[in-house]
């Protein structure tokens, strides 16, 4: 008889300890990605996402800008903290539970428009790109980290479900569009990327 009953507390031990070790699988790449792009450290934050989704193309983007724009955007990250509150795998879907609180990228992106219509270009200058013949990228950099180290900028805290699938043994994130507007403090990805 305690065969019989040792053998189904058996399954059920083994079957806990398979979920357990996906559940810690899915936490490991969840914290690592966060980790990975709160330092900015893209090409590890990287290995954690669906290839040519928007957090892939925001990570490609990074590399194009400027060294002030560069800088800018490690301010931003650098303030980015997260918890991850619950892990769990449903018919190969990993599913993350994370609560992502940064600088609030609306309020920035509003500060940016204001500091860059008071720059008031005019259509000739925007055109050729320049004022009295100076680039003019040089002052949008400006306005974007004047608005950016604006010491009023409030943080914002967002839940996401954070999704993921197994490719090649990692999990990835697929809901990249919900996951980068929590890293951005609720501003739309299209905001930095079109």
Do not use: H
């Not at 979920?19 to 450290?41: M, Q």
């Not at 509150?85 to 990993?94: V, Y």
């Amino acid at each position: 008889m305690k065969k019989v009953i040792s053998i189904p507390v058996i399954v059920v031990l083994l079957f806990s300890l398979v979920s357990c070790g996906a559940n810690r699988k899915i936490y490991d790449s969840v914290n690592d990605f966060f980790k990975a792009y709160k330092e900015l450290d893209l090409n590890n934050a990287n290995k954690y996402v669906e290839d040519d989704g928007l957090l892939a193309k925001s990570i490609k983007k990074f590399d194009s800008y400027n060294d002030k724009r560069k800088d800018a955007i490690k301010y931003w990250a650098s303030k980015i903290s997260y918890k991850i509150n619950k892990t769990e795998e449903k018919n190969g879907i990993g599913i993350a539970d994370v609560e992502v609180t940064a600088l609030d990228g609306n309020y920035i992106y509003n500060n940016y428009m204001q500091n860059v219509q008071a720059l008031q270009f005019n259509e000739k200058q925007l055109n050729n790109n320049n004022e009295y013949g100076n680039p003019i990228g040089g002052d949008f950099d400006a306005a974007f980290l004047s608005a950016l180290e604006n010491q009023e900028t409030p943080l914002k805290t967002t839940n996401i479900k954070v999704k993921l699938k197994k490719i090649d043994d990692t999990w990835k994130i697929t809901n990249d569009s919900e996951v980068l507007t929590a890293i951005l403090g609720g501003l739309s990805p299209s905001e930095i990327l079109d």
